[in-house]
């Protein structure tokens, strides 16, 4: 990549980040039905065709850190250690604190409960939440079906992904939950998102780990 071409990347991801901040910023200060897309890009100072270039759906404007999230799931099991179960690939990468929740200062822990209201009071944020976990237990399955070469109609990769995304779900919606508290605390909810994420992948790693061991 020459000069030129990095410069004009920094700026794509700065006008990216600025569009995304905007968005959450209002989002959370006044719901997500109540802001529109025209609004957004107005506050952001860029055209609203430019925030679809970016962000395909509003929801997305609030997801985007989701589709980074994916890339490195599946290259945390794609790039496993011979001999490990892709049960504790996956652990070891979904149970890393990142982002804002490893912060641990109140002003932090006050953003992230405005955006977890935010979102649990909006039907199409949820929903689409939902479709973007379902596209990673997809991405999941097809990585295990390729690297054990599974023959087709064998559902077990689907299943094995399935699952492990149910967990990564189960998981989000306790942190939401801990954060919807009162005077939420960043560093005990990383702490227990730690011990009830091991305690499942535990219990799944009795049940599942023999299954896909890297060769």
Do not use: C, W
Not at 109 to 130: D, F
Not at 149 to 176: C, M, W, Y
Not at 200 to 210: F, N, Q, Y
Request: glycine letters at 8%; charged letters at 30%.
């Amino acid at each position: 990549m020459d000069s030129s071409e990095g410069l004009r990347e920094r700026k794509k991801q700065k006008t990216r980040g600025l569009i995304s901040e905007t968005a959450r910023r209002l989002f959370a200060e006044r719901g997500f039905e109540a802001v529109s897309v025209s609004e957004v890009a107005k506050e952001a100072e860029v055209s609203e065709t430019t925030v679809f270039n970016y962000f395909p759906t509003k929801e997305d404007l609030v997801y985007e850190g989701m589709e980074r999230f994916e890339e490195g799931m599946l290259q945390a099991v794609r790039e496993r250690p011979i001999g490990e179960s892709v049960v504790r690939a996956f652990g070891r990468f979904v149970l890393r604190i990142r982002g804002a929740l490893a912060a641990e200062d109140e002003q932090t822990a006050g953003s992230l409960a405005k955006i977890s209201r935010m979102i649990a009071s909006s039907p199409a944020l949820l929903a689409r939440e939902k479709e973007i976990l379902s596209r990673y237990g997809e991405s999941l399955g097809a990585l295990l079906a390729k690297e054990l070469n599974a023959e087709k109609g064998d559902i077990r990769p689907a299943v094995v992904a399935q699952t492990l995304i149910g967990l990564h779900a189960s998981l989000i919606a306790f942190v939401r939950s801990r954060l919807l508290e009162q005077a939420p605390d960043l560093h005990r909810i990383a702490r227990e998102v730690r011990a009830q994420g091991g305690k499942a992948l535990t219990l799944l790693e009795e049940g599942l780990g023999g299954y896909a061991l890297k060769r």
